[in-house]
């Protein structure tokens, strides 16, 4: 029983480190912008604003 609770933390903090990193990567994150602009989410001036900022992280 101690062996699946251990097992169980282990592998969500894998599956939550894992998300965290993905979702810090300026890259990935413009592009998930371009997205939300392209579906009408985000509007073009908001998504240039967006760009920008991830732009300045690289």
Known sequence: MTRFIREQITGDT?????TASTETDPLEQLEKLGEL???G????EEFE???ADLLDEI
Do not use: A, G, Y
């Open 41 to 44: 989410v985000l509007s073009e």
């Open 37 to 39: 602009r392209d579906n």
């Open 14 to 18: 894998t599956t939550v480190t894992s």
């Open 49 to 51: 604003e967006k760009k």
